[in-house]
């Protein structure tokens, strides 16, 4: 089994989104011995918002390519190499003002590419990442899952569509949450763990 984590924290080793994704891969790891993790950091590695040159370089023929463009397209390139040589996707996404990380988002950015990773179709469009199952471990002050704030939960609905439109519909989302909220604060890990069926 092939893992490939995503951190999209920037608080290092005190992340609760990357504890959640470690505590994820070691019940993968514990089915499946012998498994590995590639691990990918945007916060510590990010890639660039998506700009002109990228967008030129994804609707130019790759012979037709300047070298500024090739060097654009290589941040796309290696992301979707690097999803497609995993079989199990681990995504750690803290929430950040009611959405995902902006290093994220620019991560999806770069994955999405039309005629690679999606296509249209006559009947809608098709995702082409293929075969994968993914987890998504969500971290938050406050609680989304239930409540009064569930209206106000742009992970969890962004990231499931997101994915999905990229061909990836095999997701279960994991939460951390009320980390801010004392009342919530203690089992909140653990819960989120306990969730995960592997
Ligand atoms: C910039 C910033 C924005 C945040 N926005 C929210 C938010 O909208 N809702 C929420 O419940 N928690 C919010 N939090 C709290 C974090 O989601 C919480 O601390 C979580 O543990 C962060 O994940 P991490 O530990 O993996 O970094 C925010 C924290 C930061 C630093």
């Known amino acids: 089994m092939h893992i490939l984590q995503i951190i999209s924290s920037s608080r290092g080793a005190a992340s609760q989104s990357t504890q959640l994704s470690q ?3 070691d019940k993968l790891l514990a089915a499946h011995p012998g498994g590995q993790v590639v691990v990918r950091d945007l916060a510590a590695d990010p890639l660039p918002y998506l700009e002109e ?5 994804y609707f130019t023929p790759a012979e037709g390519r300047s070298p ?3 060097a654009a397209v290589r941040h796309s390139d290696e992301a979707i190499a690097q999803i497609m040589a995993a079989d199990v996707l681990v995504i750690g996404v803290p929430f950040y003002n009611f959405s995902v990380p902006a290093s994220l988002k620019s991560w999806l950015d770069h994955l999405t590419r039309a005629g690679i990773t999606f296509r249209y179709t006559p009947t809608g469009p098709e995702g082409l990442i293929t075969g994968k199952k993914v987890y998504v471990a969500i971290a938050s002050g406050g609680i989304y899952s239930e409540g009064p704030m569930q209206a106000y939960d742009f992970v969890a609905p962004y990231l499931r569509w997101m994915l999905s439109f990229l061909g990836m519909t095999d997701v279960t989302i994991a939460r951390a949450e009320g980390l801010k909220l004392p009342e919530f604060q203690e089992n909140a890990m653990q819960k989120g763990l306990d969730s995960v069926l592997v």
């Open 53 to 57: 040159a990228h967008l030129q370089a």
């Open 23 to 25: 505590g994820i891969i």
């Open 68 to 70: 500024e463009q090739q």
